[in-house]
């Protein structure tokens, strides 16, 4: 059993001296090309044709999201948005008399993104199918 080990370690040990590698305590140059090489095998199965994950079959049709997103919209904007607004701009301030300063600003973002939802959506994605009737 003894003889046996010392042949395991010594064929890991010839192993490893003809790789130029240690499994147990790999170098930051062995990392980064171990990463480098996966990156590079993943990059090109991403560009196999059959490895797409959109194939179209059939239109997508989200009319129903869209009248979601837009009544969601409507009441953020209308007295709910103005409701969440106010509220969250006292609740700011206390948090602020109080020393909570990271609550406060983060009371403060909710009210000014409350009050700006819509444009901010408008101004980053496409939203035809969100605009009202």
């Known amino acids: 059993m003894k003889k046996c080990k010392e042949s ?3 064929s890991y040990k010839n192993l490893t001296a003809f790789i130029g590698a240690s499994l147990q305590a790999p170098t930051n140059r062995q990392i980064q090309a171990l990463f480098l090489l996966t990156g590079l095998i993943l990059i090109a199965a991403g560009t196999i044709e059959g490895a797409q994950a959109y194939t179209p079959q059939g239109k997508y049709n989200d009319d129903r ?3 979601s997103v837009d009544l969601i919209l409507t009441y953020i904007n209308g007295t709910f ?5 106010v509220s969250a701009g006292i609740a700011a301030i206390l948090a602020s008399a109080f020393g909570q300063y990271r609550a406060a600003l983060g009371l403060l973002v909710v009210a000014v993104g409350s009050f700006i939802l819509r444009s901010l959506i408008s101004t980053w994605f496409n ?3 969100l605009q009202s009737n």
């Open 127 to 129: 939203d035809q199918s």
């Open 81 to 85: 948005g103005a409701l969440i607004m």
């Open 8 to 10: 395991v370690v010594a």
């Open 65 to 67: 999201i869209a009248e």
